[in-house]
Each structure stands twice: as structure tokens, then as C-alpha cells.
T-cell receptor
Framework: KNEVEQSPQNLTAQEGEFITINCSYSVGISALHWLQQHPGGGIVSLFMLSSGKKKHGRLIATINIQEKHSSLHITASHPRDSAVYICAVWEETSGSRLTFGEGTQLTVNP | KAGVTQTPRYLIKTRGQQVTLSCSPISGHRSVSWYQQTPGQGLQFLFEYFSETQRNKGNFPGRFSGRQFSNSRSEMNVSTLELGDSALYLC????????????FGPGTRLTVT
């Protein structure tokens, strides 16, 4: 079992839909990253959070440390949101290494 | 402020050769981490450097090594290349070591034939 599990693995939506991607982890963490990777490989950090909720534009990330669960929401989705979304955690015991989920491939159709 | 840069962007090597990849962090960032991404294994941590010292290393064989210079630029080296080393190698910089926001470079696509 992976230490970081994401669901769903693949998601297809119509433009304008509300999207949720989930991340569950089995280890103690100090923080969690949500990352976005477009075709070609470049990775952008969307959020880094250790508690509560963060919002940036149409993106919202939440984390529940007790339940070891985080969600990434995209409101009013757009075709340019099509990308792979990756959850990654800073494990408490390792200190300085990220452990990654397998990613969620999102396709938003016009 | 310029982002993280990686050179070269693409590389083709033959089995048995060695390769050196370079990463220049964002100005002022002192920590550099390296990651390998393959279709089968996803993203995996290779190592982290801070102030020219390796702070942490992932589960990779000794053929994978790295170093960091006094200007925080980092290099990673893979010796005796194997077909399975074909991957996208990403570096990321952060202000300090540990759980700080990571800023990723565009990656180096290595193909081993």
C-alpha cells in the first residue's frame, strides 16, 4: 500500500463543473503539497498547507490532519485546468523528503 | 526573479556511460532537491542538499550521486547508466531545508539506449 493515495486516478469533466481530487496518507506529516504538472513535465506548486484551508483563485485546498486527508477543489473548471495533479507529503520522520501520490489526470472538455 | 533552471533539457546516452545534470536554484534559495519521474514508479525523491551538505538520500543505488556548490548550484551524476535510468529528472529549490515550499525546474529528460 502506498503511503500517499490519490483518487480518482483519472477524471474527465465538462467546462464549468466543480472538481474534487482527494488525497489520503498513512504517515505523520508536517505539511502537504498540491502540485500541478502539465504535458512536457513542468511542475508548479499550487499549495503547501499543514492545517485548515487555502484558496487561490478558483482553487481551494483543505486538509484534515486528524483524518489524514486532503482535498483539492477546482471551481468553474476550464480546459486549461487539464493537467496531472499530484499530492505530496513531508513525512514527519524523514524531515526533508517529499513522498508523492501517483497523480490524478484531469481532462476538462469545452 | 528567475526561476529554477536545469541543463541540459534533453539528453541521450548509451548504457554504461555516465551523465551529469545541472540545477541552478532561485536566487537566495539554499536548498536543492532532486527527483526522478518514470511512468512506472512516478515521482521519487533522490536527495536533498543544503549548504553544500547532503541532508537526505532516497532509496537509489550508489550510482546516483550529487553535490552542491557554494553558490547553491547543484549537480547530480549517474554512472554506469542502465536502461531503467531513462526518466525525467527534476530539481526543486527552496529557501531553507526541510518542509518549505518547493519550486521546480523544467526537468532534464534522459533517455538511455
Amino acid at each position: 500500500k502506498n503511503e500517499v493515495e490519490q483518487s480518482p486516478q483519472n477524471l474527465t469533466a465538462q467546462e464549468g463543473e466543480f472538481i474534487t481530487i482527494n488525497c489520503s496518507y498513512s504517515v505523520g506529516i508536517s505539511a502537504l503539497h498540491w502540485l500541478q504538472q502539465h504535458p512536457g513535465g513542468g511542475i508548479v506548486s499550487l499549495f503547501m498547507l499543514s492545517s485548515g484551508k487555502k484558496k487561490h483563485g478558483r482553487l481551494i485546498a483543505t486538509i484534515n490532519i486528524q483524518e489524514k486527508h486532503s482535498s483539492l477543489h477546482i471551481t468553474a473548471s476550464h480546459p486549461r485546468d487539464s493537467a496531472v495533479y499530484i499530492c505530496a507529503v513531508w513525512e514527519e520522520t524523514s524531515g526533508s523528503r517529499l513522498t508523492f501520490g501517483e497523480g490524478t489526470q484531469l481532462t476538462v472538455n469545452p | 526573479k528567475a526561476g529554477v533552471t536545469q541543463t541540459p533539457r534533453y539528453l541521450i546516452k548509451t548504457r554504461g556511460q555516465q551523465v551529469t545534470l545541472s540545477c541552478s536554484p532561485i536566487s537566495g534559495h539554499r536548498s536543492v532537491s532532486w527527483y526522478q519521474q518514470t511512468p512506472g514508479q512516478g515521482l521519487q525523491f533522490l536527495f536533498e542538499y543544503f549548504s553544500e551538505t547532503q541532508r537526505n538520500k532516497g532509496n537509489f543505488p550508489g550510482r546516483f550521486s550529487g553535490r552542491q556548490f557554494s553558490n547553491s548550484r547543484s549537480e547530480m551524476n549517474v554512472s554506469t547508466l542502465e536502461l531503467g535510468d531513462s526518466a525525467l529528472y527534476l530539481c526543486a529549490s527552496s529557501l531553507l531545508a526541510g518542509a518549505y515550499e518547493q519550486y521546480f525546474g523544467p526537468g532534464t529528460r534522459l533517455t538511455v539506449t
